[in-house]
């Protein structure tokens, strides 16, 4: 019988945080700038100069404890951690090494932050990951690499940067994916980063090992370097998973190494033989004092957000909504603002929230925009679904409304004057059309009152015809029985 074999996973995530100047010096952070452009002697590493702390990444970083349920040190300190690369011009990096800020703490996994062809088949439902530590530190430059030469862009050398460092506590390539997908809307949240992959705000290097099943010592640690998508992790831990799963079984004896991955061959290659902490030398800096984190953890207390569970709770609660919308809703922070503003004048709040998941996420998505590019206003789409439960215009002209609002940015009322869709209500009106519907069609109206009820559906239909889509549906409804049931 073949062994099976386990994989059991740890990710470092690295975080920019969203400050508007360095860690360490008054340069700006700004994606996107000519490549050395917002460089000084300090973060290019000049000798004598001297760092001085920037105080609102220490608070984004108590901040992100509190978030994640940490324990925020009282005191913490700096140190240097010393290698040579081209990526860091002082030839060391000022971190963290045994008294980081945050210790302890988890991310809690929900059912949405999933891969969605894995959402039916979740093995640990509400599973909380465990951290290891949250400490900050200083981002190295960007190096870019072409033909017969290479540039270092130092622009980014010196931004604020968390490294959030998760208990070996994953079991699968899917659990990652939902442990980066929870981590990102937290951070986004928080305000404390973008954590825009894609504009290296967040990255990731994964730990995977595997044992045979019924043993409980981890197998040979590797780590997978500087994932920039939170899909390419997932599909570089299922490669690696078994790779290592194949080597071992035949018997072979797995180095622990770093590898990267490459998303176009869709494997990993070695990089260099894993280096050990004693090798970085690290010692504390001696141009930076301790912190102490008291004299501002009242005030980052209080600018702990609602947390999208938490939000999720009070959705259900508040506004009566079901749990599948409450979390896609509450899943985007810029999503539940809107959806609360515009539950503030809508007539329903379940109608809104089955409106904003379904349609409006449905025309985002077709269209490639974030909702912030969205021309439908929050108040917009509640006058949108106000028209339609008066009976102005009905739930298939609402439908009609909607997408020229979206194209448009145009009031649903303007609209509806513009097109002619204001819905007859008029009762005289409509049962005159009902008469002659009747009068047209004797064989429907000989099977309703011979029990078939569902050919009031066919009658109700042409009396639709009959009025160009513009008669009231439940209106039409209501006369059609009273006239048939004479």
């Known amino acids: 019988m073949a062994i099976r074999y386990i994989p059991t996973i740890g990710l470092e995530v690295h975080v920019q945080l969203k400050t508007r100047s360095k860690m360490f010096c008054g340069c700006p952070v700004e994606y996107g700038a000519e490549p050395n452009a917002h460089t000084c002697p300090v973060c290019l590493g000049y000798p004598g100069a001297l760092p001085v702390m920037n105080e609102t990444a220490l608070r984004m970083t108590a901040l992100t404890g509190l978030m994640l349920n940490c324990k925020v040190a009282e005191i913490c300190k700096f140190d240097r951690k010393n290698y040579f690369y081209p990526d860091m011009p002082k030839n060391y990096q000022i971190s963290q090494y045994d008294q980081p800020i945050c210790d302890k703490g988890g ?40 033909e017969a030469s290479s540039g270092i862009d130092f622009n980014r050398a010196g931004t604020p940067l968390m490294e959030i460092v998760s208990e070996p506590d994953l079991d699968s390539p899917e659990e990652a994916f939902a442990f980066l997908t929870a981590l990102q809307q937290i951070l986004v949240y928080g305000g404390v980063s973008d954590a825009d992959m894609e504009k290296g705000q967040m990255r990731c290097d994964c730990n995977v090992s595997v044992r045979p099943e019924g043993t409980t010592e981890l197998g040979t640690k590797i780590e997978i370097k500087n994932m920039n998508s939170i899909s390419g992790v997932r599909r570089a831990l299922a490669y690696e998973i078994e790779r290592q799963t194949e080597f071992v079984a035949k018997g072979g004896s ?33 141009d930076l004092l301790p912190v102490d984190t008291r004299v501002f953890m009242d005030e980052v207390r209080s600018q702990r957000p609602e947390l999208p569970a938490e939000k999720k709770a009070r959705f259900t609660e508040v506004y009566g909504i079901t749990d599948y919308d409450a979390s896609v809703l509450s899943s985007d922070r810029a999503l539940a603002d809107y959806f609360e503003a515009a539950a503030a004048t809508a007539p ?117 015809k009959l009025s160009q889509g513009k008669a009231n549906p439940a209106l039409v409804g209501e006369i059609l029985v009273r006239l048939l049931s004479a």
Not at 129 to 135: A, D, M, N
Not at 265 to 280: N, P, V
Not at 409 to 433: C, R, T
């Open 107 to 146: 991310v809690p996994l929900h059912e949405l932050a999933y891969p969605k062809d894995a959402q039916k088949t979740i093995t640990n439902p509400n599973k909380i990951v465990k951290l290891v530590r949250i400490h900050l530190e200083e981002d190295v430059a960007k190096s870019a690499h072409f």
């Open 254 to 286: 797995l180095a622990q190494e770093t590898r990267r991955w490459d998303d176009g061959l869709g494997q990993t290659t070695l990089m260099r033989i894993k280096e050990s902490a004693h090798d970085y030398r690290y010692f504390p800096e001696p």
């Open 348 to 464: 329903k709040a379940k109608t809104l929230a089955n409106w904003i998941s379904n349609d409006l996420l449905s025309a985002l998505g077709a269209a490639n925009e974030p909702l912030s590019a969205c021309k439908i206003g929050a108040s917009q789409l509640a006058g949108l679904l106000g028209i339609i439960e008066s009976g102005v215009i009905n739930a298939r002209q609402g439908k009609e409304v909607f997408l020229e609002m979206f194209a448009t940015g145009k009031d649903a009322a303007v609209i509806v004057e513009e097109k002619g869709l204001k819905q007859e209500s008029d009762s005289g009106a409509i049962e005159a059309l009902c008469a002659q519907c009747i009068e047209a069609n004797p064989k429907a109206v000989e099977e309703f009152r011979a029990g078939k009820a569902a050919s009031i559906n066919f009658l109700k239909g042409q009396v639709m």
